[in-house]
């Protein structure tokens, strides 16, 4: 699979005619279509398989109580949660470009995170001098970085021994060319061996956790000319640096293919 890992050592090839730039991106397209169809077919098929399980249940209730069953459902949901992932991934470097608001963007995906977990209320603040930021990208696949990210801070306090003294700080600077967007915890901390893999795909030590968060969250910060950094020690937290240079509306909105 061609990731953003090795795009720079392969999309940029000199070449007069755009030869090899050209056959990279064939390959990117023809990769993301495979993807595509792989994923949904079988996210298709374990749709029609749960529907089975429910049905069964249905006429058969005791069969929620045999042997792995339970088992058998939870494993069928990885699956899916693996899949959905999967595309997730596949589809983060198509945008849909338009004009929008960073700082809109930033309080929806908090908005999201607190409907999901209403408890990271209590450990989040959002700290910004700016009542608005226009930006020209694709706000749907911001909000999915932003709010997956926020999300792993949240994870990371609830690990956290002293949960209760937990705190993540998010505030942005703007300079005249480009943004940065700061997302702090207090949490334990990623291991040095692990920081240098975390943004690599299907890189996890987390059970029922399939490895894409992060990955996804940097294709769309590439696709977006971005850049996404990551500076954590144990027992001291860690800090998500995400830079954004500041996008001119174009003279319509596009759907641009970014790997």
């Keep these: 699979m061609i990731t953003t890992k090795n795009t720079s050592s392969i999309q940029f090839l000199p070449s007069p005619d755009s030869t090899y730039e050209n056959r990279y991106n064939?390959?990117?397209?023809?990769?993301?279509q495979?993807?595509?169809?792989?994923?949904?077919?079988?996210?298709?098929?374990?749709?029609l398989l749960n529907c089975s399980y429910q049905f069964i249940e249905s006429q058969h209730p005791e069969a929620a109580n045999f042997k792995y069953w339970s088992d058998l459902k939870s494993d069928t949901?990885?699956?899916?949660?693996?899949?959905?992932?999967l595309t997730k991934y596949n589809q983060?470097?198509?945008?849909k470009k338009h004009q929008c608001d960073l700082i809109q963007i930033l309080r929806k995906?908090?908005?999201?995170?607190?409907?999901?977990?209403?408890?990271i209320t209590k450990f989040l603040s959002f700290q910004s001098n700016l009542l608005h930021l226009p930006y020209y990208g694709d706000d749907i696949r911001l909000t999915e970085a932003f709010s997956q990210l926020l999300l792993n801070a949240f994870e990371a306090i609830k690990e956290k021994e002293t949960i209760k003294k937990g705190k993540i700080i998010v505030f942005v600077q703007n300079a005249e060319e480009f943004c940065e967007i700061y997302i702090q915890d207090n949490a334990i901390g990623i291991k040095k061996s692990s920081l240098q893999h975390v943004c690599e795909p299907l890189f996890t030590e987390k059970t029922q956790h399939v490895g894409l968060g992060l990955p996804i969250c940097k294709r769309i910060l590439c696709a977006h000319n971005g850049h996404l950094n990551i500076d954590s020690k144990i027992g001291r937290g860690t800090t998500v640096t995400l830079r954004l240079p500041i996008?001119?509306?174009?003279m319509s909105d596009q759907t641009d293919e970014a790997y």
């Design 34 to 47: 495979i993807l595509s169809r792989i994923s949904h077919d079988l996210l298709n098929s374990l749709t």
């Design 26 to 32: 064939n390959l990117q397209a023809e990769q993301t």
């Design 109 to 119: 995906s908090i908005q999201n995170c607190s409907s999901q977990y209403p408890e």
């Design 92 to 95: 983060a470097a198509t945008l």
């Design 247 to 250: 996008m001119k509306k174009e």
């Design 77 to 85: 949901n990885y699956i899916q949660h693996y899949l959905t992932s």
